[in-house]
């Protein structure tokens, strides 16, 4: 069963930098998409950023605006997200996401989709004081 293990978050002050990590033992990580959305109290999921096979491409929500990065490592089965400038409303589980999808043209409309994922995390909390 494919797992997919996040970490990183926690209780920062407004302006502060968190750096998520999601990890994966799954030897085709390499093959995946990988995305983070966000889940603030009585608000639906959001996408914030996701990060193709090799890294070459990346999206992002509007509301990022540079103040987040994906990253990944493949070699260590992980993908990462820095987050700088944080505000309070940056508040919210984060969820690590994987999409198996191979494809030469992958679609960035599809990247933003939960539901084009298969494989999700159990989140993380990220909470930002101000």
């Known amino acids: 069963q494919v797992q997919l293990v996040e970490s990183g978050g926690g209780l920062v002050q407004a302006g502060g930098s968190l750096r998520l990590s999601c990890t994966s033992s799954?030897?085709?990580?390499?093959?995946?998409?990988m995305a983070w959305f966000r889940q603030a109290p009585e608000k639906e999921r959001e996408f914030v950023a996701a990060i193709t096979w090799s890294g070459g491409s990346t999206y992002y929500a509007d509301f990022v605006k540079g103040q987040f990065t994906i990253s990944r490592d493949n070699a260590k089965n992980t993908v990462y997200l820095q987050m700088n400038s944080l505000k309070p409303e940056d508040t919210a589980v984060y969820y690590c996401a994987a999409d198996r999808t191979v494809s030469l043209d992958y679609s960035p409309v599809r990247a933003r989709h939960a539901g084009s994922y298969h494989y999700w995390g159990q989140g993380t909390q990220v909470t930002v004081s101000s």
């Open positions: 799954a030897r085709a990580f390499s093959n995946w998409v």
